[in-house]
């Protein structure tokens, strides 16, 4: 089993920032993909971002893409989500999620292809 926990979360200000962070540990091998969702009250899962095990390949929403930035440490088994120019729009529950196996230029950003998850941290943005 590979168990995914993670932290940074708390409340910003619009225009601050915020740098999430996810540990696994367990059977962890390299997950070949990390990805990040977010989740507001009443709604699903919305991907945000992924990263390849190399880090080579990331992908991101829209609505986040030149303000987050995703990032991976092997050796610490960490992936990060470094979040600036937040808005108030990005409160939300965070998620971290990781699948073992990685098919050259796929992008994962369905919430079915992660089998493990953590348990969420939660993100506030004050107007």
């Known amino acids: 089993q590979v168990q995914l926990v993670e932290s940074g979360g708390g409340l910003a200000q619009a225009g601050g920032s915020l740098r999430l962070s996810c540990a696994a540990s367990g059977r962890t091998w390299r997950l070949a993909v990390v990805g990040w969702f977010r989740q507001t009250p009443g709604n699903e899962k919305h991907f945000v971002s992924m990263?390849?095990?190399?880090?080579?390949?990331?992908n991101y929403a829209d609505s986040v893409k030149g303000r987050f930035t995703i990032s991976r440490d092997n050796a610490k088994n960490m992936v990060y989500l470094q979040m600036d120019a937040l808005k108030p729009e990005d409160t939300a529950v965070y998620y971290c999620?990781?699948?073992?196996?990685?098919?050259?230029?796929?992008?994962?950003?369905?919430?079915?292809?992660?089998?493990?998850w953590g348990q969420g941290t939660q993100v506030t943005v004050s107007p």
């Open positions: 999620a990781g699948r073992e196996t990685y098919s050259n230029g796929r992008v994962y950003r369905d919430v079915g292809d992660y089998p493990h």
């Open positions: 990263i390849t095990d190399t880090g080579s390949i990331t």
